[in-house]
């Protein structure tokens, strides 16, 4: 019981000295300064990040466009092939694609 003691004022003495000391004591550091979000930061060839990305961002919406264009042309061709009443497994596999290629398309053209 003595040990529970001693450290129960060891931890009553710690809480009076913190509490005895200014706040400049406390904390000598400053805080780093976080980055201007609207600030660009270039890249090592010196070209803008946000221009690189966007410029990444468009050329892929443009192959995905692409893609979706492929995609949509074949299920076309499926859908004259195949008789009025008759549905295959891949047309409907391809309407999915498109549909997927679709929502990539908008999420990025939103961000």
Do not use: C, F, W, Y
């Amino acid at each position: 019981m003595g040990a529970t003691r001693r450290i129960a004022l060891l931890n009553l003495l710690a809480s009076a000295a913190l509490l005895g000391q200014t706040p400049n004591q406390q904390d000598n550091r400053q805080l780093p300064i976080p980055p201007n979000p609207d600030e660009d930061t270039k890249l090592p060839n010196g070209k803008s990040q946000k221009d690189a990305i966007a410029k990444e961002d468009h050329e892929q919406a443009l192959k995905d466009v692409n893609d979706l264009i492929a995609v949509a042309q074949q299920l076309r061709d499926e859908l004259q092939k195949s008789g009025e009443h008759v549905l295959s497994v891949s047309s409907l596999k391809k309407t999915e694609e498109i549909e997927r290629l679709a929502r990539k398309i908008r999420g990025r053209l939103k961000d």
